[in-house]
């Protein structure tokens, strides 16, 4: 099962895809600006992110891999993207080799 979530709820190491940008909320100025912004970034809906790193001081700001690219945003400003967060990966040890004796 996978979660929707604001990309500013994300930890290091997340990943997935937005599934929503901005809030739509098109009466207001500024989050059409941000909105705007985003896109020219490259946050575009079905764009798969990956929160690469987290500032020391309240977790902010966070870079992250948007496609090919890496981003830097401040957390107030990732809450106006909608992400779909998927389960990380199973880890899957390597098969260990036999040890090999001479006959």
């Not at 929707?4 to 901005?22: C, Y």
């Not at 798969?48 to 891999?65: N, S």
């Amino acid at each position: 099962m996978s979660d929707t979530i604001r990309l500013s709820q994300a930890r290091r190491g997340d990943r997935g895809v937005i599934v929503q940008v901005g809030d739509h909320c098109h009466h207001d100025e500024h989050a059409l600006e941000l909105e705007r912004r985003f896109l020219e970034l490259g946050f575009v809906e079905g764009a798969r992110v990956e929160l690469l790193h987290e500032g020391l001081l309240g977790r902010d700001p966070i870079a992250m891999k948007v496609d090919d690219m890496r981003v830097a945003l401040r957390r107030h400003e990732a809450a106006g993207l909608i992400v779909r967060i998927e389960p990380a990966p199973a880890t899957v040890a390597a098969p260990v080799a036999a040890e090999q004796v001479p006959a």
